[in-house]
Structures are given as structure tokens and as C-alpha cells.
T-cell receptor, first 115, second 117 residues
Framework: GESVGLHLPTLSVQEGDNSIINCAYS??????FIWYKQESGKGPQFIID?????DKRQGQRVTVLLNKTVKHLSLQIAATQPGDSAVYFC??????????????FGAGTQVVVTP | DAGVIQSPRHEVTEMGQEVTLRCKPI?????LFWYRQTMMRGLELLIY????????DSGMPEDRFSAKMPNASFSTLKIQPSEPRDSAVYFC???????????????FGAGSRLTVL
């Protein structure tokens, strides 16, 4: 899950297993969410997004689930591989006006894939 | 496309010095964002531009920070004077669409790691 502080929550996963990364978002009015992956020394990279009119969306080896009732988002990675080791961020779009807004990022979860 | 290009990748400077970070967005992207990443505060939006015009600079920490976008292919983030607490990784990102479209996929650069001694 997400937390704020000096140490990122860490998820240790064995290669080949499925990973589930959780995120709690803050604004019940948010209607767009994105998952990003950040490898060491690189910028965040888009993985998958979901609108609030959906509760599930699938990509290649990844699935995002959205539970608006409890303001919870999760990212599932199937058959986790060593290349999946990274920090994963969820981000919610918070609209500041009808046309403008900003992406607010969670604190991130460190995923470590072990052989 | 080479993606979002940032320079320098690493900068070490002394307190009080001026720092200028540079960004070249993806060609055709109308939106440009500057983020700062630290362990304590995570990824924070500093400012973003649409068609070279600053839209929201509410995340800029203080007057020591300024950002410009003189044309569609170049932006700078300047810190003057720099302080040790400014040490962070600064990311530039660009996107094709704005938020009103309902989708906003940011493409990030590799970041500029700033250390202020």
C-alpha cells in the first residue's frame, strides 16, 4: 500500500508469481487514474490508465482495478519478471477548474523481484 | 522521437549559486510540466505550461524558483540562489493532450539530479 515518509513500502515477489500493488487515493471526485513505473535512475514511465466509469482495465500482463466506494486502486502484474523491479506510483487527476487540473502522485511502492 | 530531453543529468553546486535546468519536450506536445522528486515529499508538480504559457505555478516553492518556456521546444527551470534543501531530482514531462480531454499521459525525461552543498 501507500505511505508517506522516508521509506517506501516494499513488495517482495518471487519471479513468476503475480504482484498486487495497492493505492488509496484522496479525492472522491477524481475521475482519472494512472499507474507509472520508475526504474532506478530513470523517469516515471506510463503503464496503464483507467477512467472512473470503469472498474477494471487490462493491458499486457497488467490489470488495474478501481474501487470508487473505498477510493482504492490496485495494479496487478501477472507472471512478475526481474524487469518489473521498480517503484510503482499511482496518480490521480485532480481538476482545479473545468479545464485544468494536475496529476497528484502517491508515495510509491518498491517492487523487488527475487529469483 | 528521442523523448523528453533534460540537461544536465547531474549537477553539483554550492549554496548560493544559480542553477539552470533545461528541457526539450517531445515535438508536438503542447503541455510541459516540471516536477521535483525527493524521498520526503515524493513527486511534486512545480509548474506546467500550455502552448508556452504558464497555467499553474502554485507548486513553485518560493521566489527563488522560476520557469520559462520561450518557445515550443525549450523550457528552463532556474533556482537563484540555490540552497541545500533544493537538492532533489527534477523531472520535465510533456503531453499531447490536456486534462479536459479526460486523459493525460505524461512522458517524463530522465531527470536532472541536483545536489546543493
Amino acid at each position: 500500500g501507500e505511505s508517506v515518509g522516508l521509506h517506501l513500502p516494499t513488495l517482495s515477489v518471487q519471479e513468476g508469481d503475480n504482484s498486487i500493488i495497492n493505492c488509496a487515493y484522496s479525492n472522491s471526485a477524481s475521475d482519472y487514474f494512472i499507474w507509472y513505473k520508475q526504474e532506478s535512475g530513470k523517469g516515471p514511465q506510463f503503464i496503464i490508465d483507467i477512467r472512473s466509469n470503469m472498474d477494471k482495465r487490462q493491458g499486457q500482463r497488467v490489470t488495474v482495478l478501481l474501487n470508487k466506494t473505498v477510493k482504492h486502486l490496485s495494479l496487478q502484474i501477472a507472471a512478475t519478471q526481474p524487469g518489473d523491479s521498480a517503484v510503482y506510483f499511482c496518480a490521480e487527476l485532480i481538476m482545479t477548474t473545468d479545464s485544468w487540473g494536475k496529476l497528484q502522485f502517491g508515495a510509491g511502492t518498491q517492487v523487488v523481484v527475487t529469483p | 522521437d528521442a523523448g523528453v530531453i533534460q540537461s544536465p543529468r547531474h549537477e553539483v553546486t554550492e549554496m548560493g549559486q544559480e542553477v539552470t535546468l533545461r528541457c526539450k519536450p517531445i515535438s508536438g506536445h503542447d503541455y510541459l510540466f516540471w516536477y521535483r522528486q525527493t524521498m520526503m515529499r515524493g513527486l511534486e508538480l512545480l509548474i506546467y505550461f500550455n502552448n508556452n504559457v504558464p497555467i499553474d505555478d502554485s507548486g513553485m516553492p518560493e521566489d527563488r524558483f522560476s520557469a520559462k518556456m520561450p518557445n515550443a521546444s525549450f523550457s528552463t527551470l532556474k533556482i537563484q540562489p540555490s540552497e541545500p534543501r533544493d537538492s532533489a531530482v527534477y523531472f520535465c514531462a510533456s503531453s499531447l493532450y490536456g486534462f479536459a480531454s479526460g486523459a493525460n499521459v505524461l512522458t517524463f525525461g530522465a531527470g536532472s539530479r541536483l545536489t546543493v552543498l
